[in-house]
């Protein structure tokens, strides 16, 4: 299983970009890459999926090199609602036979966006 | 569209008691995951169950059970707790047929204190 690394924490200001990068240097062909988001006492919130190159949606992007080695989670005017846990998570692609994929959290990155 | 709700919202017992902790996922969804997640920790996966069986487990012992009914809302349950079960437990529902479904919807959790 590919195993993620993230910055512990980062700090932001209100209305500047935020971008928080994970390496995942042992990422297998078929891993998705995905973002969720937690605030405290909520559960995580999905954010944002790839594979490979940029995807955007209506939250944020998602940038990933070409080697897929690493990507880096955008958030394009950071506010202070950002503020929040970020985790990256890649692997157990393909699941168990008639199983659905389970999730594999790291410790994730504490985003904290000043005023 | 009722999202994914579980109860009860906090709990406190003692050591050597059982608990049962309940998920109802959202609307539409078939699959309920179960994960727990220590203070300051990302979620740890627990099982995952779908078409009332148990799929996958994840790195947890036998006094961690569960159930799937027919409604497709879930059971969790913890029999002789110990002071390290003391977590916020989290239910996660998804699409079993979706493809590629990492996007999975987490409730807010049960907080559980074992004293």
């Known amino acids: 299983l590919a195993k993620t690394t993230q910055p512990i924490s980062m700090d932001s200001y209100e209305g500047q970009e935020v971008n928080i990068t994970c390496s995942h240097n042992n990422i297998a062909t078929n891993d998705y890459i995905t973002w969720y988001q937690q605030f405290p006492s909520q559960g995580p919130r999905f954010i944002i999926q790839?594979?490979?190159t940029k995807v955007t949606n209506e939250v944020a992007s998602l940038f990933i090199p070409a080697d897929r080695k690493s990507s880096t989670l955008s958030l394009p005017r950071g506010s202070l609602s950002d503020t929040a846990v970020y985790y990256c998570?890649?692997?157990?692609?393909?699941?168990?036979?008639?199983?659905?994929?389970?999730?594999?959290f790291g410790s994730g990155t504490r985003l904290l966006v000043r005023p | 569209d009722a999202g994914v709700t579980q109860s009860p919202t906090h709990l406190i017992k003692t050591r050597g008691q059982q608990v049962t902790l309940r998920c109802s996922p959202k609307s539409g969804h078939d699959t309920v995951s179960w994960y727990q997640q220590a203070l300051g920790q990302g979620p740890q996966f627990i099982f995952q169950?779908?078409?009332?069986?148990?799929?996958q487990r994840g790195n947890f012992p036998d006094r961690f059970s569960g159930h799937q009914f027919p409604n497709y809302s879930s059971e969790l349950n913890v029999n002789a707790l110990l002071l390290g079960d003391s977590a916020l437990y989290l239910c996660?529902?998804?699409?079993?047929?979706?493809?590629?479904?990492?996007?999975?919807?987490f409730g807010p959790g049960t907080r559980l204190t074992v004293t």
């Open positions: 790839g594979y490979k």
């Open positions: 998570l890649v692997g157990d692609n393909p699941p168990p036979l008639d199983s659905s994929y389970k999730l594999i």
């Open positions: 996660a529902s998804s699409l079993f047929l979706a493809d590629r479904n990492y996007e999975q919807y």
């Open positions: 169950y779908y078409e009332e069986e148990e799929r």
